[in-house]
């Protein structure tokens, strides 16, 4: 058995590429970005005008005039003009492109409008109410950096650009295989004996918040499908996540079928709790990599979290950040155990704060909804203080 | 216009209840739960083995007794079954149902096993190992309320617990319109006085991430051509969300037709920057809600975010909540607008502070890029210290 800090960098040091992908704009969002964004023009493209009123040439200000013949309207989406006299005004919108031998905007506020005069009310100052053409951004500025994220905010910039169609990160084709003979469908009655299975069902949820859709795939506690199907899914995709299988049991025939499907085995078994038989291995001549968890619902998830979840975003290109809490508790180690604690995260005052979730082992599905992620702590020393800061690796949107 | 608090207060006032929606859990990620669900069996459903190992009744150990011959092999998905004789052992794997008169489980790692009979390296506690039926829920609990969000942990109880459907809050149909005739495909190659629609590709990635799929259109600043559109989507949507037109200008024709076709303003101006002409009302006899948003990518962004972001969320029955964080840097407040501030979130020591981002007005969009959501100055005061607390908004996911 590794240590949890070993088997974490050993995953992340198998991270793969799977290249990039042309999408259109309206399925971008929540993707990593394959492309360095350029201004294709300035931004804005012209001196606009901010505010609804009239354009001026602020020396007829300087020349002391206050009233103002209208030469006519200049709405958004009218070509450029000119004032014929610079002793006149445009009544002008918002949006609409600056007349060339105007350098002021005058909101209708400030304006009192008769009979095709506009007389000011208050002075202006010289060049207000305008959006500089170039005051954003110049034409060939980058305005979006590879390997972000797109979110919103990306997408109007993107389209402000013009980027109809957009390179991002190529996401890995993956499977999701649960194992074991006490597992039914979710449409079934289960027998006494038997139970439903979820851990598909979380895994299917969460890779689908990563923008993937695996493949669910069953498997019986049987050698010679399990042979069959890992084959093929080996061939087809270049991600396995299993649950189940890995542990002591005389029916636990994945590391053995692994093995034999050349699928190296990179660790098997961590010193932590949950999710101490986690198995990880790659098959090399393909570059499949395959994370084989352990099967209890708190087990599958934790390593979820902790280990695929940071090997994807690597893999994608995208920065890991570690994030720090205080705990709000004393926590007590025993044993040489990491253990990844389910805990609440409380924000007061500014401060984030996390306490542990009352949980009844790996097996207890139903202590992962009050949890808002995991704290880790190692068997370095044997008391947490109240106050401490820690690792949290969230299982939710908090913020 | 009305103060920033009451504009607030007032959209949230106007919330409405779209009911709810029977859906296959495979599509309730990101959902909000319309009922609550009861666990239909305990959790779990027996007393399960947590471990591989043998199965045996303790009051063998209590007799001294350290070999046990071994019976035979319970696997997980077997049916329950006995020991013929309490003296003996059942190797048993890791999610079986323990013999009836069995009550303690040991791990292969702490026996020995020879011709048939295990001898214990390390002498047991009685019960060990076993995860007692209904140690985590007990059959007819509720394991999830409703209203809450539907994350991949909710997806593992709801699949535990046989939910193959479901019942979820149903979701506004909901148009989103941009006006304005400078505006042109982001396909299109702009002329020199156009730009690019951006804001309706903003929304549709905003209302996507909140699982709305939205119907967009777009207006020219044209008074018969708003009416037909206007007229139709207020028929076929509950929501309609617009950008631009609202302003003072000559062709901000939305107000005045938006009152023709009986929709009735609840505000139209909030003393707040950016984002001040907001138009909010509702068609009472559809009870459609109409927010027609200022057209600046920025004052779209900042009021669709603060309003509604919270209307929606008030409307599917989700609490709402207030992030504090600290400044991180001093700020003054001029005039007697409420201030929405692009901020960037730095997390150090588990406290969360909020610096300012470089911005250049409301139609800066790409200062949206490093923005991480809004605080919120009001213009009680004339500064806010370093450190002090004030309202944050988030734009993306910091956690």
Redesign the interface.
Known sequence: MISFKDAYQKVLDHCQDYGDEQIP??Q???RILAEDIVAD?D????N?A????IAINYKAIEKGQTTFKIEG?V??????CSLSDTANCL?I?????LPENADTVI???HVIIENGWATLIKPPSKGQDI?PQG???KKGNV??RKF??I??????????????TLKVRALPSTAIVST????VD?????????????????????L??EGIEPTPLHLA?DKESIRKVLRKSLQEHKVILLS?GV??????FIPEILNELQVEKIFHGVKQRPGKPFWFGVQKETGTVVFSFP???VST?VNYTTYFKDWLKQSLGIPLSE????LKEEVVIKGELTLLLRAK?H?L?????ASLVKE??????????P?DGFIVVAPNKEVYEIGE?VVFI??????
């Not at 919108?93 to 492109?97: I, R, S």
């Not at 969230?394 to 913020?399: E, Q």
């Open positions: 704009l309206s971008a969002t929540g023009r931004f804005p493209p012209f606009r901010t505010k609804d009123g309207v709405a958004a989406g009218m070509p450029s009544e919108m918002t949006g609409a492109v909101m209708y506020e959006h005051s954003d951004q305005v979006l972000c994220t979110t919103p905010a990306e997408i109007g910039v993107l389209a402000a650009v013009g980027k109809a074991g003979n006490e597992l979710i449409s079934e009655t289960p027998l006494p004996h038997q139970i439903r299975k979820s851990n598909i069902h979380t895994l299917f949820s969460a689908g918040q506690d189940g542990s002591k049991g005389k029916y636990d099967g209890n619902p998830f994030i720090k809490v205080a995260l924000l005052d500014g401060k984030l704060q009844n082992g790996s097996g207890d599905l139903n202590s992962l909804v949890t800061y969230p299982t939710r949107r908090l913020l």
